[in-house]
């Protein structure tokens, strides 16, 4: 359970807590008329209602991001960068940038949304590979190899792009 939601539940019993201690007389009795009027009660309701308030809103922003951020298996459904070593050599001098690395998670992330046309945009390079481009210098090499399912080729950076380019238009100009 997240910090929000412990603090929210926090809220809700010091709230029911506090309007059940007003509400009650020294006697045990519940006295109504004065509950309205007693501070405590109306402390103990804000309590409640804000408890309540974080509690739901922490609790549907956990709903919608469990589906929003299912995973990048929803689109995405492998990626073929492990099985090449060269391509493998490249992502990985290009994960080590922390601004480049971002900016292909945020490509991917768009990508599994089905947005095909994120950052600066896409380009087509040979036979079905697209190659969508990062603002931070980020590039993702992909192929959609069933509607709204794709294959990940490729990773770089700006500075890589030309070479893994001219790498994918050979690899691949055979429909490989």
Do not use: W
């Not at 940038?97 to 945009?121: C, M, Q, V």
């Amino acid at each position: 359970m997240n910090r929000g939601k412990v603090i929210g539940l926090v809220l809700i019993v010091a709230g029911i807590f506090l309007c059940l201690e007003s509400t009650l007389s020294a006697t045990g009795y519940v006295v109504l008329n004065e509950s309205l009027e007693n501070s405590f009660a109306l402390g103990g309701l804000f309590l409640l209602i804000s408890g309540s308030i974080l509690f739901f809103l922490f609790e549907v922003g956990r709903a919608r991001l469990e589906r929003d951020s299912s995973g990048i298996e929803n689109k995405v459904i492998s990626s073929r960068v492990k099985e090449d070593t060269h391509l493998l050599k490249i992502a990985k001098d290009v994960g080590k940038k922390e601004k480049i690395s971002r900016d292909i998670n945020h490509l991917l992330f768009e990508l599994n949304r089905g947005n095909i046309n994120p950052g600066l945009g896409t380009q087509h390079i040979t036979e079905g590979i697209y190659e969508m481009r990062g603002r931070r210098g980020g590039r993702v090499f992909y192929r959609e190899i069933n509607p709204g399912k794709f294959e990940i080729l490729a990773y770089s950076d700006k500075d890589k792009q030309s070479k893994v380019i001219e790498y994918l238009r050979n690899k691949y100009a055979h429909g490989y």
